[in-house]
């Protein structure tokens, strides 16, 4: 009963982790950037949609199909992946290559379509499994409602191996930084030491010759 607990437990934290949905507000020149932490060959779906403020109102209204958005991805070799304008409503996708954390930035294609309101912009992230559509795949692929669940599952573990591994990449990323700084701080330790002993030396030195030219020895 404990196991399942802790099981059903990461299961959760994982299923937090790999789906993001959120909203921001942007102004004319704000460029809004994400950060998600991604492991190799996964696939992630940002859905967005643009709303515009409505001072009338004081609420927030959708937009016009003029606005529209510049989408810029990076991973974590600060190569760009993806660089395009959207509409003001869309579905991006790609595929990571390099695991680690990606960039998503966001912002608005021009600042005179909406004359200095300010945007709204609903962001969905999906991560891994969750970002296939199964009821899509399962009627491209006629697959039964216990085939479909399989599939679900095999794609779960898949998904999951892909954060084990990432976690061990981290791990290792770690210890190589660990032991990178712990040889500078040994090396900048071991210089310190040398040149108090030379100093010590060359003081020693500096005394016993103004100590010989006084005749005090």
Not at 34 to 40: N, Q, S, V
Not at 113 to 123: E, K, M, T, Y
């Amino acid at each position: 009963m404990v196991l399942r607990n802790h099981l059903a437990a990461f299961v959760l934290v994982m299923a937090l982790q790999l789906t993001n949905a959120l909203y921001f507000h942007i102004g004319e020149t704000e460029r809004k950037c994400f950060i998600e932490e991604i492991p190799d060959e996964t696939t992630v779906i940002v859905n967005y949609k643009v709303e515009l403020y409505d001072p009338r109102s004081g609420g927030f209204m959708p937009s016009s199909p003029g606005i529209g958005m510049h989408v810029e991805v990076k991973d974590p070799d600060d190569k760009t992946i993806l660089s395009r304008v959207y509409s003001s409503e869309g579905r991006i996708s790609f595929t990571s290559h390099t695991p680690g954390e990606h960039v998503i930035c966001m912002y608005s294609n021009s600042t005179a379509w909406f004359s200095g309101s300010q945007l709204r912009v609903h962001l969905d992230i999906q991560v891994g499994e969750h970002a296939i559509d199964y009821a899509n795949v399962a009627q491209k692929e006629k697959l039964t409602e216990l085939q479909l669940r399989i599939r679900q599952l095999l794609d779960q573990v898949d998904q999951i191996t892909k954060e084990q591994n990432y976690q061990r990449y981290r791990e290792e990323r770690f210890r190589q930084t660990s032991d990178s700084t712990n040889q500078r701080v040994l090396w900048w330790s071991l210089a310190q030491t040398l040149v108090l002993v030379t100093m010590g030396l060359w003081q020693m030195k500096h005394l016993k010759s103004f100590f010989e030219a006084k005749k005090l020895v």
